[in-house]
């Protein structure tokens, strides 16, 4: 016969079997992700803005850029994802890549248009 464990033993145990089952709801996942891509994309725009205005151009611009979002992506953990960001999300490099990632384009854009704003015309 098995001995019953008591105290923070057995909530430990039962916490390690619940923790097994814990069900993901698919749409808040999904509605993180697009509200993550959101956010991104607008800071991409300030990022370009920034950076091209001040005048930064090829590796030295995209690596702003990523310095930028990197701070972005902490600043988002701590702050949305109250420091949990395997909370809201199913993995971590869905808030440090696929965020920064998906504002990319918009990032190049307003980048070369604002240096061009500012320092050829």
Known sequence: MRARRTGA???????????????VNAENV?????VS?????????????????????????????????????C???ASK???RPTSFFPSVDKVFLDGPNAGLPTFVLFWTLSYNCW???
Request: with cysteine; proline share 0%; net charge positive.
């Open 37 to 73: 891509a959101r956010v991104f994309t607008y800071l991409s725009i300030v990022s370009g803005i920034a950076i091209g205005a001040l005048g930064y151009t090829g590796v030295r611009g995209f690596a702003a850029h990523g310095v930028f979002m990197l701070a972005s992506a």
């Open 75 to 77: 600043a988002v953990a």
């Open 9 to 23: 033993a057995a909530a430990n145990e039962d916490d390690a079997r619940l923790a097994k089952y814990l069900v």
């Open 30 to 34: 999904a509605h993180n992700a697009r």
């Open 119 to 121: 320092h050829l015309f």
């Open 81 to 83: 994802c109250e420091g």
